[in-house]
């Protein structure tokens, strides 16, 4: 620039102003180990998590959705698997601001020509790594939400009604084999209803060679 002329301090830095000044500086040098270390923390919180949940999930999830009707099940299976997927991906980040994100090739030149100096470079990593904890943090409190509202459904949610499969009987007899579902058995007879039939086939107790349970006639 035309004109212009660098000026000398009016002062020399205080002993505030240098102790600052080392203090920022080792400070920068070890951003980078303690947001590596902090990382280090949630990333095995977040394998412990996501290790209770799966498991927990596997265990008892047909039991849980068994009851419950197409659509809440469609429900449920995206808010567990929405809370999955954003705990993995928790954890992904958390073990990107850890182990540091896929190496590449620098040199001295390059460092100084983009950060100027090395300790500028390693404050940079440090904020990227910070910036990836940070995601990590947030996808937690989202995969909790998730999985909050998942176990919500399945305590509030109504049970599929007027869908049981009903269960048929087969009744081997003098009159040859019978098959439907039971309606009574009294006075010393056995009433099936049978698919397609009206009538109940009533079936002496005592004519009764065999029968079993079977899921379809």
Known sequence: MTGYRPRRPTSAPSAFDLAERDA???MSAESLDAVRAGAET??????AFITLVTTGVVIK???T??????????????????GLLAALTGLWQAL??????????????AVHERHGSIAAYKVALAAAAARRLRRAQYLVAL?????????VVTWWAPAETGKEKPVYLKVTHPGGP??????????GKLRLQSPGRHDPVVVPLSG??????????
């Open 208 to 217: 009764i060679a065999n029968m079993s349970v079977v899921k379809s006639c």
């Open 61 to 63: 999830g047909r039991d």
């Open 178 to 187: 019978s098959c439907g579902v039971l309606r009574s058995a009294d006075g």
């Open 24 to 26: 920022f500086r080792a």
């Open 96 to 109: 990107a601001a850890q182990a540091g994100t896929r190496p590449r090739a620098t040199t001295l030149s």
């Open 143 to 151: 995969a909790l939400a998730l999985l909050l509202a998942g176990i």
């Open 42 to 47: 949630w990333r095995n919180g977040l394998t």
């Open 65 to 82: 959705t068994s009851a419950l009707s197409d659509g809440w099940k469609t429900a449920l299976t995206l808010l567990i698997g929405g």
